[in-house]
T-cell receptor
Framework: SQQGEEDPQALSIQEGENATMNCSYKTSINNLQWYRQNSGRGLVHLILIRSNEREKHSGRLRVTLDTSKKSSSLLITASRAADTASYFCAPPNQAGTALIFGKGTTLSVSS | DAGVTQSPTHLIKTRGQHVTLRCSPISGHKSVSWYQQVLGQGPQFIFQYYEKEERGRGNFPDRFSARQFPNYSSELNVNALLLGDSALYLC??????????????FGSGTQLSVL
């Protein structure tokens, strides 16, 4: 299936450190999105990166996309306790009607 | 403006019962998608609707159905509930029919427990 697969599954860091999460997917895409979920509630969109972009920034977030390796990464710089959440990459399905989520990376940031 | 609203927030049902979950998209958004998230897993796609037409369906049994109303709100119906239907049901809206070419706005979800 197309689903994004995040790595690592869990990550624990101290406040101020950087957190890097990786994502791999299987088929060609025209874009890939990253979402965040706090405490099993609704997901919040972080970044959408298109296939013709290699890198995109939003505040303390940096996303890269390597279409040749079918992989993406999310970097959170200077992490805060409030960044504690689950992070999901979401490539689209082949029909373009749905996002395909993996199990996500659970990030814990301790103060 | 209000975000995506879902009701109810929590629901407890018994096996074999039927449930209806409701979703109101962001004003101006014509596309609504439904996802099921089982504990410890990522959301799994159930349906996408745009302008009251079903545009996509995930790998779920026929016990799951949905519809979209003229005001773009949506209902997800699940018949003959099974224990395995216990999950967080998420609704998401977007402006355009291509639900994957722009960001989705998610509601807070309905937590369904089947006993």
């Amino acid at each position: 299936s197309q689903q994004g697969e995040e790595d690592p599954q869990a990550l624990s860091i101290q406040e101020g450190e950087n957190a890097t999460m990786n994502c791999s997917y299987k088929t060609s895409i025209n874009n890939l999105q990253w979402y965040r979920q706090n405490s099993g509630r609704g997901l919040v969109h972080l970044i959408l990166i298109r296939s013709n972009e290699r890198e995109k920034h939003s505040g303390r977030l940096r996303v890269t996309l390597d279409t040749s390796k079918k992989s993406s990464s999310l970097l959170i710089t200077a992490s805060r306790a409030a960044d504690t959440a689950s992070y999901f990459c979401a490539p689209p399905n082949q029909a373009g009607t749905a996002l395909i989520f993996g199990k996500g990376t659970t990030l814990s940031v301790s103060s | 403006d209000a975000g995506v609203t879902q009701s109810p927030t929590h629901l407890i049902k018994t096996r074999g019962q039927h449930v209806t979950l409701r979703c109101s998209p962001i004003s101006g958004h014509k596309s609504v998608s439904w996802y099921q998230q089982v504990l410890g897993q990522g959301p799994q796609f159930i349906f996408q609707y745009y302008e009251k037409e079903e545009r996509g369906r995930g790998n779920f049994p026929d016990r799951f159905s949905a519809r979209q109303f003229p005001n773009y709100s949506s209902e997800l119906n699940v018949n003959a509930l099974l224990l395995g239907d216990s999950a967080l049901y998420l609704c998401a809206s977007s402006e355009r029919p291509e639900g994957t070419n722009e960001k989705l706005f998610f509601g807070s979800g309905t937590q369904l427990s089947v006993l």
